[in-house]
């Protein structure tokens, strides 16, 4: 469904912003057995924005909005609806002059740091946001979170994939969810964002922004994700006691063409040469591994300690300091594209867009 906002009336639409509702919270509200989807988004959305004030009115951009004819349930989503989502802002790519994706929160910034990826060389906005609150709940986050995705969707010198929430404009490559009730419930953790609301104004930050040679190939990359939409590329974090076994079940698995490894610290493991030997047999079947730290803080060193040093000779990765969304989205992309697994170990360590 497509519809166009009384405040787009008067603008061609190459001025115009596209609002892409996929669902989420933000577009449920309230029954007697909690939240459920709803639909009618454009109008719900047309009368709160007559909650602004005139002059906070009149400075939006004007805009477009589309919904999914079935919302997506972000607790559900999957590489391929990553896909969807950057295939419906290519389509449309030369119609606007930037784009907001309305999104559930649980798996927001995964959705974001895929769409970095599949849309390298991007030369406008993609702002995704959501709400912790409903559209029509009263105190809810969700009218000024749309109101400065849009603000920030129209900057023109905002040309990549980005998540505005609370305030802050974070980088789509470098967001997480931290908090489950909080209107703040995003950070980056390891870069400053890129801008914010400070009063009435939208403020963004140029010296930030990716530059040129970050920004990756000036084409999107948008390979199939169908083929490793069902769990191909695997997560694993280390516990106290993890038994190299376990490990050697997951990887052994033919179904699984690459993981992302949650490890302490800096990139330290148990002193356990089967479990290095598992990764070392995973990595020389061709299997894509890397590597993360537990910590939300700071980077993985994989030679400060020996068994760092052990996991390096094993053909693992270093995610440096990424976020786990950037990293596995990252493996899905490399995965789907028909590259050597030298440019794929090559390209991992690489940052394309601003991710590490």
């Not at 993609?126 to 900057?155: C, K, R, W, Y």
């Not at 992309?333 to 590259?339: I, N």
Request: net charge negative.
């Amino acid at each position: 469904m497509s519809t166009s906002s009384p405040l787009a009336a008067c603008a061609p639409s190459e001025e115009r912003i596209l609002i892409i509702y996929t669902g989420g919270t933000i577009g449920m509200e309230v029954s007697p057995n909690g939240l459920v989807p709803s639909g009618h988004f454009d109008k719900r959305l047309d009368q709160a924005l007559t909650q602004l004030p005139l002059p906070e009115r009149q400075h939006l951009p004007a805009f477009d909005l589309i919904s999914y004819s079935t919302p997506i349930d972000s607790s559900a989503a999957t590489p391929t609806t990553w896909q969807r989502i950057a295939t419906d802002i290519d389509a449309r790519l030369s119609d606007y002059r930037g784009f907001v994706v309305l999104h559930g929160t649980d798996t927001l910034s995964w959705t974001a740091a895929s769409l970095a990826y599949q849309l390298q060389g991007l030369d406008r906005p993609v702002v995704v946001t959501g709400a912790m609150q409903p559209l029509e709940v009263a105190n809810s986050d969700a009218l000024e979170n749309i109101q400065g995705a849009l603000h920030f969707a129209g900057q023109s010198a905002l040309r990549e994939v980005a998540v505005y929430f609370a305030g802050q404009l974070l980088r789509g490559t470098r967001a997480v969810k931290q908090h489950t009730e909080a209107a703040n419930a995003f950070t980056s953790p390891n870069y400053p964002p890129l801008g914010e609301r400070v009063a009435e104004d939208f403020v963004y930050y140029p010296s930030r922004a990716l530059s040129y040679q970050q920004r990756g190939a000036p084409r999107f990359e948008l390979p199939d994700y169908a083929p490793l939409d069902q769990g191909e590329v695997i997560r694993i974090t280390l516990w106290p006691g993890m038994a190299a076994w376990q490990l050697a079940a997951w990887l052994n698995d033919a179904r699984v063409r690459g993981a992302l490894l949650e490890l302490w610290g800096a990139g330290n493991i148990a002193n356990d040469p089967d479990f290095v030997a598992a990764l070392a047999a995973a990595t020389g079947e061709g299997k894509l591994i890397a590597a993360i730290s537990q910590a939300p803080q700071g980077s993985v060193h994989l030679g400060a300690y020996a068994a760092g040093h052990d996991l390096r000779e094993a053909g693992v990765l270093s995610g440096d300091g990424m976020t786990p969304e950037a990293a596995y989205t990252k493996l899905i992309h490399l995965l789907a594209q028909p590259l050597t697994e030298a440019e794929r170990r090559q390209q991992f360590v690489t940052s394309l867009v601003g991710e590490r």
